[in-house]
């Protein structure tokens, strides 16, 4: 039960900030709601109610190193979308590897 | 270019788009959960700044683009793929006001009631993220002023 609220929560707060960057003009604007915490807004305030804020702050904490990640990952995306000349679904989908590989060695190195 | 709201371009969005991103969000948020439990908070806090809208909002753009220069008789995927990249621009300042999110969040939680964080924390990332893109655009702006006096 708590999962498919989960889902349906997550659904919802991603679908509303993906539906703002839609509707804005300029492209560069609108990305910055491609950036939007919606996984945390989503997430946050369950798990204060099940387990409690101290939890949730520690999880705080570790969404830095993963928004230092996400910072390299939109980087990367632009450079290769726009001096590669490679399409955006390739490459959004290939680099979230290089996000992946940068929020686990962060992890790794400033956190474990 | 002035920033605008369009509402019409919401309705360039076909539904199965909205569905898939409905999916794929509540995917994350629950294996964002499940990671958690399984490992830890340490462990699972990177995937709360997980790339959930990203991916899919820069497909679009290039789509939309695409398919709008087509309308207007012009073949060229080269503008397509130049809007995702300034989609990619702004998602990638937005990730620094995600990461003073989880700074703001980090900090108030164990004082402040949850909520109120919560709230305090999505005016801030809102607050960086707009003032880091007026000031990349008022460097270029500059920029491009001084190229065009210097040819």
């Known amino acids: ?112 | 270019m002035r920033i605008k709201f369009d509402v019409s371009a919401l309705r360039r969005t076909r539904w199965y788009e909205y569905a898939l991103r409905f999916f794929f969000g509540g995917a994350v948020t629950v294996a964002a959960g499940l990671i958690a439990k399984a490992y830890g908070p340490v462990f699972g806090g990177l995937f709360l700044a997980f790339p959930a809208i990203f991916p899919a909002s820069a497909t679009l753009v290039q789509k939309h683009e695409t398919e709008k220069k087509r309308k207007a008789g012009i073949i060229d995927n080269n503008r397509g793929r130049k809007a995702a990249a300034l989609d990619a621009r702004g998602a990638a300042l937005g990730s620094v006001g995600l990461a003073c999110f989880g700074i703001t969040l980090w900090r108030l939680l164990p004082r402040w009631n949850a909520g109120l964080s919560l709230v305090a924390a999505l005016a801030l990332w809102l607050v960086i993220s707009l003032l880091l893109w007026q000031l990349r655009r008022m460097h270029f702006g500059k920029q491009r002023v001084v190229h065009g006096a210097s040819t």
Do not use: H, N
């Open chain 1, 1 to 112: 039960m708590q999962i498919a609220f989960r889902f349906f929560v997550g659904g919802l707060v991603v679908s509303f900030f993906a539906a703002i960057g839609d509707a804005l003009k300029p492209k560069s604007f609108a990305g910055l709601f491609g950036a939007a915490p919606s996984v945390a807004l989503a997430t946050i305030g369950m798990t204060v109610v099940t387990d409690g804020k101290a939890y949730a702050a520690l999880e705080a904490r570790s969404m830095i190193v993963g928004a230092c990640a996400f910072f390299i990952y939109g980087c990367l995306c632009m450079r290769l979308m726009a001096k590669r000349q490679m399409g955006a679904t390739a490459v959004t989908v290939s680099a979230l590897a290089i996000w992946l590989a940068c929020a686990v060695g962060g992890w790794f190195v400033f956190l474990r």
